[in-house]
């Protein structure tokens, strides 16, 4: 009796976060000629900050003036449209787990059907926004304001940066085969696997002053993930 298999789906690259880095990445990586992209985010919507922040300078360095971020989020939902950027909106990662014998990511979702809760990829990247700074929009005058909008990755607990002296501490205490969902401790695991198809983006790895910043440092990522996976 033969009997058929399938092998898994494995993507190129998957973004995790839809705000300005995560869409800067998942477009730059595609216009650099990688193919098989999936962009993730918690929301039931994309934009991060853009979408839950009113900050009136965004766009001064995208655009050179201070459009706003219902403009910039405009010009990204065009942008997403052009490159055909595939979305998964409204899940929750549960862990990532990397194989260094097969050199892939397992991305897993929590709320999704039952036959795509668990995603292969090739290369991550991170870009689920701060947590540092929930609900802090910063203004023209450098004087930050709060409001009540919630952080697009709906998280309550202040942690450090990625590269501060007391993330660095919390490095031993990680197992890179199991990720719990923050960003802290995925990006400190995913570090501890010394993947290089891995890339932190955005607030994540710095609270960014500008929608803008995040935006071009994820572009970054995008292209730097393109020349691994072609290259």
């Known amino acids: 009796m033969l009997i058929k298999t399938t092998s898994p789906h494995i993507y190129d690259l998957i973004v995790i976060g839809a705000g300005p880095a995560g869409m800067s990445a998942a477009a730059a990586a595609l216009d650099r000629g990688v193919r098989d992209v999936l ?59 990397y194989s260094d014998a097969n050199a892939y990511f397992t991305v897993t979702l929590s709320d999704v059907s039952q036959d795509s809760d668990c995603l292969l990829t090739r290369a991550l990247i991170l870009a689920t926004g701060s947590a540092n700074t929930n609900g802090r929009t910063p203004d023209t005058t450098g004087t930050d304001t709060h409001t009540s909008a919630p952080d697009s990755t709906d998280l309550n607990t202040e942690l450090p940066n990625a590269d501060s002296p007391v993330a660095a501490s919390l490095i031993t205490k990680k197992d890179p085969g199991r990720i719990v969902p923050d960003p802290l401790s995925l990006a400190l695991s995913i570090s501890v696997s010394k993947s290089q198809y891995f890339f932190i983006a955005g607030d994540v790895a710095g609270d960014k002053i500008l929608p803008d910043d995040a935006c071009i440092e994820g572009a970054a990522a995008g292209r730097n993930a393109a020349e691994l996976l072609l290259f």
């Open 39 to 97: 962009l993730l985010d918690k929301a039931s919507e994309i934009g991060g900050r853009l979408r839950c922040r009113m900050e009136s300078a965004a766009g001064s360095r995208l655009y050179h003036k201070a459009a706003g971020s219902a403009y910039v989020l405009k010009q990204f939902r065009d942008l997403l449209k052009t490159y055909e950027v595939p979305l998964k909106l409204g899940v929750s990662v549960n862990s990532i787990t």
